[in-house]
Nanobody, 119 residues
Framework: QVQLVESGGGLVQPGGSLRLSCAAS????????MGWYRQAPGKQRELVAT???????SYADSVKGRFTISRDNAKNTVYLQMNSLQPEDTAVYYC?????????????WGQGTQVTVSS
């Protein structure tokens, strides 16, 4: 069984920073794309950033220049460094990964971690 476990969420003041981590564990052959999504109250889940196994990244326009996604393939871990946080960044942040097991790729989600930006 595969699990994605997030950590690093919390309460931060506007302009502050947080770093989220997401570690994958279990019967993993390899991990393809990994990413972070978020869902604010009353809104749909939206893509924040993705990173390929080779390190290519993409970002939502709303976080470009403020957030940085990275990964450590040896640790099966993806990170999201969030700087200059604003109240509109408040949401539950979810980690996602496409994981290869044998010849098949499966989609996995973490349980989510709350990020609250407030003074």
């Amino acid at each position: 069984q595969v699990q994605l476990v997030e950590s690093g969420g919390g309460l931060v003041q506007p302009g502050g920073s947080l770093r989220l981590s997401c570690a994958a564990s279990g019967s993993i052959f390899s991990i393809n794309d990994m990413g972070w999504y978020r869902q604010a109250p009353g809104k749909q889940r939206e893509l924040v950033a993705t990173i390929t196994s080779g390190g290519s990244t993409s970002y939502a326009d709303s976080v470009k220049g403020r957030f940085t996604i990275s990964r450590d393939n040896a640790k099966n871990t993806v990170y999201l460094q969030m700087n200059s946080l604003q109240p509109e960044d408040t949401a539950v942040y979810y980690c996602h990964a496409y994981i290869l097991m044998g010849r098949h790729q499966y989609s996995y989600w973490g349980q989510g971690t709350q990020v609250t930006v407030s003074s």
